[in-house]
């Protein structure tokens, strides 16, 4: 990529960064063309080509800067720093909704990616994707004190369920076309609650 990418506007860096989402979140990679991006962009394809080298380069690019968005939604809820995973999980879809509002296609666009099978970039979305997809080893998971919980349940299950079903939640929210935050949040909190009454130990 090249870096004069960064010295356009925000408002124009965003554009371009939405239209990509926006085009591979439709197709698969081969067939997402790149004049399209530029189209919905509102700049040339060979200005796009000026910022990218080739249409590889744009995807990983794209890719990665899902990574990057994310981070940061995630660390700026401090889901990360609360003790208790139910309110963890919370935050946590909390940020990746609010997300939405500026990026409306990058939750379909990382599910698209997350499957592509094109040899041109498989192996490369594999490498970023790897991390995230191995949750025995999520560092981000708080310590769960067997205590905490109902005798006899399975940590590890209760997480991995929690955990997909929450992304399968923001994935159909995702589809759904217009986002109703509002309501979003008061379901999710009222999945939450359930997971803590099904799951939580009672305080004595």
Do not use: H
């Not at 371009?16 to 962009?41: C, H, L, M």
């Not at 040339?44 to 249409?55: A, D, G, P, Q, T």
């Not at 094109?118 to 205590?147: F, M």
């Amino acid at each position: 990529m090249n870096e004069k990418f960064y010295a356009l506007p925000k408002e124009k860096q965003e554009r371009i960064i939405n239209a990509g989402f926006r085009v591979f979140s439709k197709n698969t990679y081969r067939k997402s063309p790149v004049q399209e991006i530029a189209d919905e962009a509102g700049i040339s394809k060979s200005l796009l080509f000026f910022y990218f080298r080739n249409k590889k380069d744009l995807y990983l690019f794209l890719w990665k800067k899902v990574e990057e968005i994310t981070s940061a939604a995630l660390l700026e809820s401090k889901c990360y720093e609360a003790g208790d995973i139910f309110d963890m999980m919370y935050l946590g879809l909390c940020a990746k909704v609010g997300i939405m509002r500026s990026y409306p296609d990058i939750t379909n666009f990382s599910l698209m990616a997350y499957y592509e099978d094109d040899p041109e970039i498989r192996d490369d979305v594999r490498k970023i994707v790897k991390p995230y997809t191995q949750l025995d080893t999520n560092k981000a998971l708080p310590p769960l004190d067997p205590g905490a919980f109902k005798e006899g349940v399975d940590l590890k299950m209760m997480y991995r369920d929690m955990y997909l079903a929450s992304e399968g939640y923001l994935w159909q929210i995702s589809r759904s076309g217009e986002i109703d935050i509002d309501k979003f949040i008061r379901e999710y909190k009222e999945m939450i609650d359930f997971w803590r009454e099904m799951y939580a130990r009672k305080s004595e």
